[in-house]
């Protein structure tokens, strides 16, 4: 069975009709509360195949999408068959994820310390330099720590910056 239809079938069947079909086989016309607990435990056996199912098709996705770059894009052992600039190729593109990390961290350095004046809100209109300082930070902070920690960190950065925001609009204009 292919992958597409794998998941077509999954929810063509869906978990409501699944449920429905455990409830028309186990509901007595008269129901004791021990046979509503046996029910009700059928019901959530039903779900959990169900998630299982799609964990597993989940993990079989993962495992296409990867397979398909592979053999898109070529593997690091295919570029070893290319004398110097294969080895090379693979030299770079395994520097590039801590470079763009230190890049962050220096370019997070300068303008939270105050050395490179970037306007990092959006209150009067974004600029270019804030633009491209969040954007840099979400996608590294993102692929370095993923997606999760990116979204439960964007609330406290938020905050912290509408907090800036006010201590400078109290503070009055910059004198330079």
């Known amino acids: 069975m292919s992958f597409v ?3 077509a079938d999954f929810f063509s069947g869906g978990i409501v009709s699944t ?3 455990t409830v028309k086989d186990y509901f007595p016309p008269s129901m004791s509360e021990g046979e509503k607990a046996a029910l009700a ?3 959530r056996e039903a ?3 169900r998630e ?3 964990m597993q098709l989940a993990v079989e996705a993962d495992k296409e999408v990867t397979r398909r770059a592979a053999e898109l894009e070529g593997t690091a052992a295919d570029l ?3 004398p110097v600039v294969g080895r090379l190729i693979i030299f770079v593109r395994g520097c590039q994820r801590p470079l763009w990390g230190l890049f962050t961290m220096y370019m997070d350095w300068q303008v939270f310390s105050g050395g490179w004046q970037i306007e990092l809100s959006a209150e009067h209109g974004w600029t270019p330099h804030g633009l491209a300082f969040w954007t840099v930070n979400l996608l590294v902070l993102g692929f370095l720590f993923g997606e999760r920690t990116v979204r439960n960190l964007l609330p406290l950065v938020t905050q912290f910056m509408g907090t ?3 201590a ?3 503070a009055g204009p910059a004198k330079g």
Do not use: F, G, M, P
């Open 5 to 7: 239809s794998k998941i």
């Open 19 to 21: 449920i429905a079909d």
């Open 41 to 43: 435990t059928r019901i």
């Open 47 to 49: 779900e959990h195949r």
């Open 52 to 54: 299982v199912q799609l």
């Open 80 to 82: 070893k068959t290319l």
């Open 164 to 166: 800036r925001a006010t």
């Open 168 to 170: 400078r609009e109290t």
